[in-house]
Each structure stands twice: as structure tokens, then as C-alpha cells.
């Protein structure tokens, strides 16, 4: 059974920084392309980084030079830094893992909470 629970949300205010960590569990995780996504309250769940099983990143024009995505294979496990913050970084943030062919399946954990607030 795949496990994918994330970690480190909380309140922070405007400048500050958080790392989120997300610890997964009942997959091959290095063959995995491994990701964070963010959907605040009404609006659509988008992508906010991604690390490929050969580390290659990419970032949403909206976090790049304040976020990184990292990954550590041995732990399974896949962190974002985020830095910087601003209250339109608020939303719930969910870590997901992608194995593509054969496997061809979505991970995903049950989020968890960032707000950026005075």
C-alpha cells in the first residue's frame, strides 16, 4: 500500500520561510517523478514544483527564485523550501508521486496547511 503524507504547514508571516517534507512509503520512490501542488480556497489545484527521478525541476513562474524542491531518495522522501512568502502562497499544499509506464499511477497525500498572514 503507497503512503504519501506531507508535513511542516503552519502559519508564517509575509518574508518568512517553511519547509514543507513529504515522507512516502509502498513505492519505488527514485522511479518516481515527485511533485507539490497548492489550491487555495476556490480556486483550481495547480502545480508548484517538480523534481524528476533524474532530478531535472521545474517551477511555477509564481514561486521561482523563492521556492526549491528537493528530493532525497533514501529517505523516500521529497521537501520544498519555500522562502520569501506572501499571502498569495496560502492554500493547502498536497505532495504527489507519479510512476509512469507501466505503473501509470497518481500518489497523492492529504495535504496539508500554509498561511502567509500578518
Known amino acids: 500500500q503507497v503512503r504519501v503524507v506531507e508535513s511542516g504547514g503552519g502559519l508564517v508571516q509575509p518574508g518568512g520561510s517553511l519547509r514543507l517534507s513529504c515522507a512516502t512509503s509502498g513505492l519505488t520512490f527514485s522511479f518516481a517523478t515527485v511533485a507539490w501542488y497548492r489550491q487555495a480556497p476556490g480556486k483550481q489545484r495547480e502545480l508548484v514544483a517538480r523534481?524528476?527521478?533524474?532530478?531535472?525541476?521545474n517551477y511555477a513562474d509564481s514561486v521561482k527564485g523563492r521556492f526549491t524542491i528537493s528530493r532525497d531518495n533514501a529517505e523516500s522522501a521529497v521537501y520544498l523550501q519555500m522562502n520569501s512568502l506572501k499571502p498569495e502562497d496560502t492554500a493547502v499544499y498536497y505532495c504527489n508521486a507519479y510512476r509512469g509506464p507501466p505503473i501509470n499511477r497518481n500518489y497523492w497525500g492529504q495535504g496539508t496547511q500554509v498561511t502567509v498572514s500578518p
Open positions: 523534481i524528476t527521478s533524474g532530478g531535472m525541476t
